[in-house]
């Protein structure tokens, strides 16, 4: 078992409140990903969780140790998590097998026992073949993966990665990704993964807990966060989508170009309707909004188009072999019935 419970957590630098009263349970063996723009204070709660930082106020508990609170406080060192830093330091002066080794040592584990550990994660990280090389033989990968196993050795309870995979190139992030899901689930491991990358949540997690301004914004599956944005903040961050001011009546959303749909749900006034381009359909013949085709580009598995409806420019995604089916300035019409309701 190795949940950790965090309990109206706030942590004050100066009297800048990076993090506003955070609650929320990471629970054993779950694969959870903070999520959020640069400087919304990810680090800042994964440091508290690790112990290198003390909440301002609030707890925290992993299982039922209390390891921070106002008159209780575990170093990082005594709470058996790894952790691979945002810039993952790797020690250039050690071969991979004594990088990986280190956190033993200090432990003071015998050599034998030691050897076998090592052994055991170098292969678990696919680094057998290169427990001689020097850091600076290696990929960023490979470097990549001595930091995780570094953090794995220990046997810990919980595994913190902040942006890990944020210095690797696109190709290699991907491939990453799931060996790090793959371990995690080898291991069964309590996963915190901070990331400011919506794919890399979306494959990754069980949980994806959304921020903003060191406020949760959504806590919910990556299904969910996608299909079911809480607001408008999240809409926008996870994904891609078109947002489109109208006033809503009974039985009719008003766009402010003039153009009406039917609506039959609750909500009255001004709004924001949020579609995602993906899930509109460009018509020739009848739909909910007419516009003209402004710009097409062509992305080999996709046809990215832009509409101008009314003077707003509408994002839609196509197939990528529709492209050049319909001509640049052509009246086309869109049609939609996956979409969002904000009230304003
Ligand atoms: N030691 C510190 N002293 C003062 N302010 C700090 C300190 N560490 C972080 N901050 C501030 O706290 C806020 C949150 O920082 P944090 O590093 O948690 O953000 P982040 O979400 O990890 O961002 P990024 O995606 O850029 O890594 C930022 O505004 C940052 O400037
Ligand atoms: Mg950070």
């Known amino acids: 078992m190795s949940s950790i419970t965090l309990t109206n957590i706030t942590k ?8 506003k009263k955070f609650s929320g349970v990471f629970e054993d063996k779950q694969f959870v990903t903070l999520l959020g723009p640069s400087g919304c204070g990810k680090t800042t709660l994964l440091r508290m969780i690790a112990g290198f930082e003390k909440p301002t106020t609030g707890e925290i508990k992993i299982d039922d140790v209390t390891v921070s609170s106002a008159n209780n406080f575990v170093p990082p060192n005594h709470r058996n998590i790894g952790m691979v830093f945002q810039s993952y330091a790797v020690w250039p002066h050690m071969n991979v097998f004594e990088n990986v080794e280190y956190p033993l040592k200090i432990q003071k584990i015998p050599r034998s026992e030691r050897n076998k550990k090592v052994l055991e994660i170098l292969k678990a990280v696919d680094l057998s073949q290169y427990a001689e090389r020097m850091p600076n033989e290696l990929s960023g990968g490979q470097q990549q993966r ?18 890990p995979l944020s210095n690797l190139d ?15 689930k080898k291991f069964g491991i309590t996963v915190v993964y901070v990331t400011h990358d919506q794919t890399e949540a979306m494959a990754m997690s069980d949980k994806v807990i959304v921020f ?10 990556p299904v969910n966060i996608y299909s079911n944005p809480a607001n408008q903040f999240v809409a926008d961050f ?10 809503i009546f009974e039985g009719e959303i008003k766009f402010s170009g003039g153009q009406v749909m039917k ?10 309707i949020a579609v995602r381009p993906e899930n509109i359909k460009i018509r ?6 007419c516009g003209k085709l402004s710009q097409a580009y062509y992305l080999g598995d996709v046809n990215d188009c832009r ?12 197939e990528g072999r529709t492209y050049g089916e319909i001509e640049i300035g052509a009246n086309v019409w869109l049609d939609f019935d996956t979409y969002h309701v904000f009230e304003k």
């Open 12 to 19: 004050y630098y100066g009297n800048v409140e990076v993090i």
């Open 170 to 184: 696109a190709k290699l992030r991907e491939t990453m990704r799931f060996e790090i899901k793959e371990m995690q």
């Open 146 to 163: 001595v930091a995780l196993g570094r953090a794995l050795v220990s046997n810990p309870r919980v595994l913190l990665l902040d942006e």
């Open 307 to 318: 509409i101008d409806v009314d003077g707003t420019e509408v994002r839609v995604i196509r």
């Open 263 to 272: 609506y039959s749900g609750d909500k009255r006034g001004k709004a924001v």
């Open 238 to 247: 996870v994904g891609r989508i078109n947002f489109l001011d109208a006033d």
């Open 284 to 289: 020739t013949d009848e739909g909910i909004l």
């Open 212 to 221: 903003n301004n060191g406020i949760v914004q959504q806590i919910d599956s």
